[in-house]
C-alpha cells in the first residue's frame, strides 16, 4: 500500500520536477496496486464518484486521452472530453476563459494537454481543479514518465543503478525532458542519444551524458528508450532526411546489439516504424515492453487521481 | 524661490554636501552655503541626494496606438515618481514615428502634460519596416533625436549600411536593437540550461554578439555611428569594449534587468521576467556590471515597455516580452551602489549625465542658469514594489516583491514639483 510519510504534498501534478524519490516510490507502489486490480478485472472502484474529470486537450490524442478516460471510469469519476483544436483558439487567451467556465462546472480534476510550454502551469493558477500535465509543448510529460519507471521497475526489479538510453530527437521531446528527470532523480545512469541539433543546450545540466554517437550510447545500456521524431522537425532542416536519421539514429537489431543481451526496447508512441524505430526490434517480444507501457499507463494514471483527489503527491 | 538645504548635491564635480537655489525655474545657485534668502520656500532633507532629474534614454510609450497598456500621461506621473525628468521615446508606436508631424506630436504631448521632456527617436526605416530609409534630415530638423526601428532589429546588412551612411550626413546615430533575427526566432528565453529544462525554445547569447560584431564593422565601413540598445552579453560588451578603443563612433547602454537579474528569474513560466533580449546567464550579468564599472556601457535606461495583464497572462513563448521600469529605474540601479559594483557618482552619471550628453539635451547636469530638473532621493529608505501598486498605469515590474533601498522623495520640473 501507499505510505504517508511523503513531506511534499501538491495539488497539481505539473512535472516531474517538483516531486521527490519518496513521492515517485509512493506513486508506483499505489500503481502497482492497480495493476492488480485492472488485471483481476475489478475495475469498477467508486474512489471517485460524483467527482468530475475533465479531458482538455488542446493538442490531438489518442492513448494519452483513451488512457486517463480509462483510467477516471474505473475510479467511478464522471468523465467529459473536451478537445479543444488550437486553429480555432485565438491564442492563449481564451485558456484563461476556459478556465473561468471550466470553475462555474465544479471540475475536481483537469488533465491538460497543451502545445504551449507552461500552458498546464498558468492553468493551475487559475482554476480550483487539480490539474494534471498530460504533455505541455516541449517541456514536461510526467504520467509518462511515471508509466515508463513503472515498466521498468517490474521488469528489472529495481529503479536505481541502470543504465538508460533515450534516444531520438532529445530537443522537442517532453518525454525525454521527464524521463530524464524522473530516471536521474532516481539515481539512475541517464544517456541521451541524438544528432547536435536535436540536442538541447547544456543538457549535462539535468544530470545526463549527451552522446552523437547512437552506438557507443548505447554500449551496455539496461534501457533503450526510442522518441518519436516528428516530421516538422525535417521541414524546419533540423535534420537532412528520414533516411539519414534512420541510418545513425534509428533503433534496429544491429544497434541494439551494443546494448546488454537482456536490454529493454521502449517507445513512447506512437511509432513511425523505419524512422526512429525498426519495427523488428519493436515487435520482438523478447525486447520491446512497447504494449506493457500502455497497459501501465492506466495503472499510473490511477494511482495519480486517486493521490491527488484524496491528498495529494 | 526654493531653497534646498543640508543635501548631498551630485555636482559634476563629485557628491558634496550643500545648498542649491531654485528661482525662475532655473537653478540660481548651488554651493556649501547660500545664507538665508527672503521668502524662499525651504526643503530640508538630511542626507538625502539632490541630482539631476533622470534622464532615461529608452522608453515605449503606449501612445499612439496602445493606450490601453499605458497613456503618456500615465507614464509621465510613473517617471515623475522614478524621479525621472526627460525621457527618449522609441519611435516603434502604432504608427510608427517615420513622420515629422508625429515627431512634433510626441514633443508637444510632453509640452502639454509638463512634467517630463519627451525626447523623440525618430524611426529608422518607414514603418520600422527595415525596408526604406525614413526622412533623417526632416525628421531631424522636427526634433528627432537619433533614428531606430526601436524593438526591431535592422535586420539587413544593405539596408544597416545605408541607414549609418545617411545617418552620418545629418551627424546622426543609428540605434539597433542587436539580435540576429533568424537565430533569435521563435525563442523565447535564452539558451541554456533553465530554458533547456523548461523546454523553451531558445536565443543564444550569439544572437546579439553576431548583430554587434556586424555593426561595429558596418560602422567602420560607413564612418557612421551606432549605438546598441540594451546590451546583455558578455560577448557584447566585449565587442564594443574593443570597438571604443579603436575609436570608432559606437555607444551602447543597458537596462536594470539585466544587471539585477538573470534567468533564472523566469522561475515557473513567470512570464513577467520575459524581455526582449532575454534575461541571460549570471555570467552575463555580471559581465554588464563590469561593463557598466569600466565606462563601455555609456548609459543606463529604464528600457520601459509597458504591458497589460492581457499581454502577459499567456504561456510563457506567446506572452508579451517586457517591463515596466519607470519607477524602478533608480532604486535597482542604486542596489549596485549599495553592492559596490558601481560608486553613487558613477550611478547617478550613467542616470543623467551621460544620457542627456548622448542625447546632445541641456539635462542631466546641475549646472547654474539650466532648468531645474531635480530629483531629491533618500539613498537608504528602504520600499518595496508591488505589482499593482505602481504608479502609472503599466504594472508589468520583473522586481514586484522586492525590498529596495532609494526612494524618491520629491521631482521637480524645471522647479515646479511633479511628485513628492
Known amino acids: ?235 524546419k532542416g533540423l535534420i537532412p532526411s528520414e533516411r539519414e536519421f534512420f541510418a545513425f539514429y534509428g533503433l534496429n537489431a544491429e544497434k541494439l546489439a551494443y546494448a546488454k543481451p537482456d536490454a529493454l526496447v521502449m517507445h513512447p508512441g506512437p511509432m513511425n516504424r523505419g524512422v526512429e524505430i525498426d519495427s523488428a526490434v519493436a515487435d520482438d517480444p523478447a525486447r520491446s515492453v512497447i504494449k506493457e507501457q500502455v497497459e501501465m499507463g492506466v495503472a499510473v494514471r490511477m494511482a495519480v487521481l486517486d493521490m491527488l483527489a484524496r491528498e495529494g503527491i | 524661490m526654493l531653497l534646498f538645504r543640508k543635501v548631498m548635491l551630485a555636482t559634476p564635480d563629485g557628491i558634496v554636501p550643500g545648498e542649491l537655489l531654485v528661482q525662475d525655474n532655473k537653478i540660481a545657485d548651488f554651493g556649501a552655503s547660500l545664507g538665508r534668502p527672503d ?95 525614413a526622412e533623417y534630415g526632416l525628421l531631424k530638423a522636427a526634433g528627432a533625436v537619433a533614428f531606430s526601428d526601436g524593438r526591431k532589429v535592422i535586420a539587413s546588412s544593405r539596408m544597416m549600411r545605408r541607414a549609418l551612411s545617411y545617418a552620418s550626413g545629418f551627424g546622426a546615430r543609428i540605434v539597433q536593437h542587436p539580435e540576429d533575427p533568424d537565430l533569435a526566432a521563435g525563442g523565447a528565453a535564452t539558451e541554456g540550461a533553465r530554458a533547456t529544462m523548461m523546454g523553451l525554445p531558445g536565443i543564444p547569447a550569439a544572437a546579439e554578439a553576431i548583430m554587434v560584431a556586424r555593426d561595429i564593422r558596418l560602422a567602420e565601413l560607413t564612418n557612421g555611428a551606432v549605438h546598441f540598445a540594451h546590451v546583455t552579453t558578455a560577448e557584447a560588451c566585449a565587442l564594443i569594449r574593443q570597438a571604443k578603443d579603436k575609436g570608432l563612433k559606437v555607444t551602447c547602454d543597458t537596462a536594470p534587468p539585466y544587471f539585477d537579474l538573470n534567468e533564472t528569474a523566469i522561475g515557473d513560466f513567470r512570464t513577467y521576467a520575459k524581455f526582449s533580449p532575454p534575461l541571460r546567464a549570471e555570467s552575463d550579468r555580471l559581465a554588464v556590471l563590469a561593463a557598466l564599472a569600466d565606462g563601455t556601457i555609456d548609459a543606463i535606461a529604464s528600457d520601459h515597455q509597458p504591458r497589460d495583464a492581457d499581454d502577459k497572462r499567456l504561456p510563457f513563448a506567446e506572452a508579451s516580452s517586457g517591463g515596466a521600469g519607470l519607477a524602478t529605474l533608480l532604486a535597482v540601479t542604486l542596489a549596485q551602489v549599495q553592492a559596490g559594483t558601481l560608486t553613487l557618482a558613477q550611478a547617478l552619471a550613467l542616470l543623467t549625465e551621460k544620457p542627456a550628453k548622448w542625447l546632445g539635451v541641456e539635462a542631466g547636469i546641475l549646472r547654474k542658469g539650466a532648468a531645474a530638473d531635480l530629483c531629491l532621493f533618500h539613498p537608504d529608505r528602504s520600499w518595496r514594489v508591488e505589482a499593482g501598486k505602481l504608479p502609472g498605469k503599466a504594472q508589468n515590474t520583473p522586481f514586484d516583491g522586492r525590498a529596495l533601498e532609494g526612494r524618491v522623495l520629491g521631482t521637480w520640473k524645471a522647479g515646479r514639483r511633479v511628485f513628492g
Open chain 1, 1 to 235: 500500500m501507499w505510505s504517508n510519510h511523503v513531506l511534499m504534498t501538491n495539488r497539481h501534478l505539473l512535472g516531474i520536477q517538483g516531486l521527490n524519490p519518496p513521492a515517485i516510490t509512493s506513486l508506483l507502489d499505489l500503481a502497482e496496486n492497480y495493476v492488480l486490480l485492472n488485471r483481476s478485472g475489478k475495475t469498477q472502484r467508486d474512489l471517485l464518484r460524483g467527482r468530475t474529470l475533465i479531458n482538455l486537450f488542446f493538442e490531438d490524442s489518442t492513448r494519452t486521452r483513451t488512457s486517463f478516460e480509462l483510467a477516471g471510469k474505473r475510479l467511478g469519476a464522471d468523465v467529459i472530453n473536451m478537445s479543444v483544436s488550437t486553429s480555432s483558439v485565438t491564442k492563449g487567451e481564451t485558456l484563461l476563459d476556459t478556465a473561468a467556465t471550466l470553475n462555474a462546472m465544479n471540475c475536481d480534476l483537469l488533465v491538460v494537454r497543451h502545445s504551449q510550454s507552461g500552458a498546464p502551469a498558468l492553468l493551475a493558477q487559475k482554476v480550483e481543479a487539480s490539474v494534471i500535465n498530460a504533455g505541455d509543448g516541449t517541456h514536461e510529460h510526467p504520467t509518462q514518465a511515471l508509466l515508463d519507471a513503472l515498466t521498468i521497475r517490474r521488469r528489472k526489479g529495481r529503479l536505481d543503478g541502470l543504465t538508460i538510453a533515450i534516444c531520438g530527437d532529445i530537443a522537442h521531446s517532453r518525454v525525454a525532458r521527464s524521463n530524464m528527470l524522473l530516471l536521474s532523480m532516481m539515481g539512475n545512469h541517464v544517456r541521451v542519444i541524438a544528432p547536435p541539433t536535436l540536442m538541447p543546450a547544456q543538457i549535462g545540466s539535468l544530470g545526463v551524458t549527451p552522446y552523437n554517437d547512437m552506438v557507443e550510447g548505447l554500449k551496455g545500456a539496461d534501457i533503450v528508450m526510442a522518441l518519436r521524431l516528428q516530421k516538422e522537425r525535417m521541414n
Open chain 2, 39 to 133: 521668502g524662499a520656500e525651504i526643503i530640508e532633507a538630511h542626507g538625502a541626494v539632490l541630482c539631476p532629474g533622470l534622464v532615461d534614454m529608452r522608453v515605449s510609450l503606449g501612445e499612439p496606438g496602445y493606450e490601453y497598456r499605458e497613456t503618456i500621461e500615465s507614464a509621465a506621473q510613473a517617471a515623475a515618481a522614478g524621479g525621472i525628468t526627460s525621457i527618449a521615446v522609441l519611435p516603434d508606436s502604432k504608427p510608427a514615428i517615420d513622420d515629422p508631424a508625429l515627431v512634433r506630436f510626441i514633443k508637444a504631448r510632453g509640452e502639454e502634460i509638463g512634467s517630463v521632456t519627451l525626447i523623440p527617436y525618430a524611426a529608422a526605416t518607414r514603418g520600422c519596416k527595415g525596408e526604406e530609409l
